[in-house]
C-alpha cells in the first residue's frame, strides 16, 4: 500500500531515521507548504520564506545550511507540526541529518509545539554542543517538568554560562525559586562564572516573590551589578523597582526608576502597584501623574494598580476619575478595574453606585466581584441590596468551586432573621456538597 502525505503528516512513534523511507513517495515539499496556507497568511514573512523552499527543490538546485536554518525558523514561527516533519524528512534525504547547527535549529522548532518529537531527534543526534543541551533544559522547563531538566543539566559534559542560566530560569519560573537560588549560589561561588544580565534578571524575579531572604539577596545581586557598573536596562531596572517596592523599599524603588536612562511604563507601573499593595495611595497617584509627565501612556495594568491603590486609600472621587481615564487612551476596561471600582464603592458604603458599576459592565460578573458587592452588603447591612442580586449571583456560581459566596448569602439571610431563606441555601449547599474556595480579590 503506497504511502500518502495525509498517512505520513499523522502524528507516529517511529525515530526520525524512518521518514527517510517515507519521504521517497512524496511528490514534493511544497505540497506541504500548500497545506498550511490555509491557516497562515501567504503575507507573513514566514509563509514567504517557505515558498522559496520548494522552488529551490523544483529547480534541482542545492540546499545550503543558510536557505535550510531559514526555512526551519520559518516552520518554527508557524507552530506547525505536520510541515516541520515533513521538512525533517527532506533533509534527512539531503544528508543533512549529522549537521550539528541545522540539527540544533530543528531542535528548537521541535520544542516549540512537541516535547516528545524534540526529545527522539535530541537522542538521535550524533553530535550535540552547548546550544543543543541548553535548548533540551529550557524545553523541558517550558513544559513544566523541571526534574527531567536538571537531569540533561547534570548530563551535560561541559556547562556555559547560558546552561547555568537555563536550568535556573526552568527552576524560578518553575515556582520552585529557593532550588533557583541555591543553583545561583552553587555557580557563583563553586564555578566561579561571572553572572550576566540575563541570570541576574531571573534571580532578581525570584527575589521578589521571597521575604526576606529575597530581599538579602536581591540588594547583594544591585550592589554587584554597581560595583561592575553594569548598565541600567529597562528589563533589569523594571526588576529591580519591582523587587524593592514589593519589600515596601518604595524610596529604594524610586532612587532606581530616577537612576535608569530610559523608563518604559512596565517600570513606572512596577512602582505604582508597589505603592497601592503597601497602601500608600496618594503617592501611588503622585507617581501616576508624574508618569503622564513624562509622556509615558499607562496600560491595563498601571489602571489596575492605581484603582486598587485608590481603593486601599479610600480614595473614592479620584478612583472615578481614572477609571473614566481608561477610555480616554483608548483602553477597554477589564474585569479587574471594575473589580476594583466595586470594591472601592463598597467600603465607602455606596452600594447603589457600586450595583450601578455592575450593571454597566460589557462583561459577565464573575465570583470575586459578586464576593466583594456581597461583602460589603453584610458589613453595611445593606441587606435589602442584596437581596436584589442573590438570585443572579446563585444563577452565576459553580457550586462544586464557589462554596464561600453561598456561605456568605446564607449569612446574610442570617443576619436580616430570615430564616427560610437562610434554611433553603443551607440545603442547596448540603445537595451539592460543596466545598468553600480560597478568597481571592482584585486588590
Known amino acids: 500500500m503506497p504511502v500518502t502525505l495525509s498517512r505520513f503528516l499523522k502524528p507516529i512513534n517511529l ?106 531527534l535530541f537522542d538521535e543526534m550524533p553530535h550535540r554542543n552547548a546550544v543543543t543541551w541548553n535548548t533540551m533544559i529550557t524545553a523541558y522547563s517550558k513544559y513544566g517538568d523541571v526534574e527531567k531538566a536538571r537531569l540533561v543539566f547534570e548530563k551535560m559534559p561541559t556547562r556555559d554560562l547560558s546552561s547555568w542560566s537555563a536550568m535556573v530560569a526552568g527552576y524560578i519560573n518553575g515556582g520552585e525559586c529557593d532550588r ?141 476619575k481614572y477609571f473614566d481615564k481608561i477610555e480616554e487612551y483608548g483602553l477597554e476596561p477589564r474585569i479587574q478595574h471594575y473589580g476594583c471600582m466595586v470594591d472601592l464603592f463598597g467600603k465607602a458604603g455606596r452600594l447603589e453606585e457600586a450595583y450601578d458599576i455592575i450593571k454597566s459592565m460589557k462583561l459577565e460578573p464573575n465570583v470575586i466581584l459578586w464576593s466583594s458587592f456581597l461583602s460589603a452588603c453584610k458589613v453595611h447591612k445593606q441587606f435589602e441590596m442584596a437581596e436584589r442580586v442573590t438570585e443572579q449571583v446563585l444563577r452565576t456560581v459553580q457550586p462544586e468551586n464557589d462554596g464561600g459566596v453561598y456561605t456568605l448569602i446564607c449569612n446574610l439571610f442570617v443576619q436580616n432573621e430570615k430564616w427560610d431563606d437562610a434554611e433553603r441555601v443551607r440545603k442547596l449547599m448540603l445537595n451539592q456538597n460543596m466545598r468553600k474556595a480560597r478568597r481571592s480579590s482584585f486588590i
Open 15 to 120: 525515530p526520525f531515521s524512518s521518514l527517510f523511507r517515507s519521504f521517497n513517495t512524496l511528490s514534493s515539499p511544497s505540497i506541504a507548504i500548500r497545506n498550511v496556507s490555509s491557516s497562515s497568511s501567504s503575507s507573513s514573512p514566514a509563509y514567504r520564506a517557505l515558498q522559496d523552499y520548494p522552488l529551490l527543490h523544483r529547480q534541482s538546485r542545492r540546499f545550503d545550511s543558510f536557505s535550510i536554518l531559514s526555512t526551519i525558523k520559518s516552520c518554527a514561527h508557524l507552530r506547525n507540526l505536520p510541515l516541520l516533519r515533513h521538512l525533517h524528512a527532506h533533509l534527512l534525504q539531503l544528508g543533512f541529518n549529522s549537521h550539528l547547527y541545522v540539527a540544533t535549529c530543528l531542535l528548537h522548532a521541535y520544542s516549540l509545539v512537541s516535547l516528545h518529537d524534540a526529545r527522539v
Open 180 to 320: 533557583g537560588l541555591e543553583l545561583f549560589r552553587e555557580m557563583v561561588v563553586n564555578e566561579r562564572l561571572r553572572p550576566d544580565k540575563v541570570i541576574l534578571g531571573s534571580v532578581l524575579s525570584a527575589c521578589s516573590r521571597l521575604g526576606s531572604l529575597g530581599l538579602l539577596v536581591g540588594r547583594s545581586i544591585h550592589g554587584f551589578m554597581a560595583k561592575n557598573r553594569f548598565e541600567l536596562s529597562q528589563d533589569l531596572g523594571m526588576i529591580l523597582v519591582d523587587m524593592y517596592a514589593k519589600h515596601g523599599f518604595l524610596k529604594t524603588a524610586c532612587r532606581v526608576l530616577d537612576s535608569m536612562p530610559e523608563k518604559n511604563v512596565s517600570s513606572w507601573t512596577a512602582l505604582i502597584c508597589g505603592a497601592a499593595h503597601h497602601g500608600y495611595g496618594k503617592e501611588a497617584l503622585t507617581i501616576f501623574e508624574l508618569m503622564q509627565y513624562t509622556g509615558v501612556k499607562p496600560n491595563e495594568i498601571t489602571f489596575t494598580g492605581i484603582l486598587s491603590a485608590c481603593s486601599r486609600a479610600g480614595l473614592v472621587e479620584e478612583g472615578r
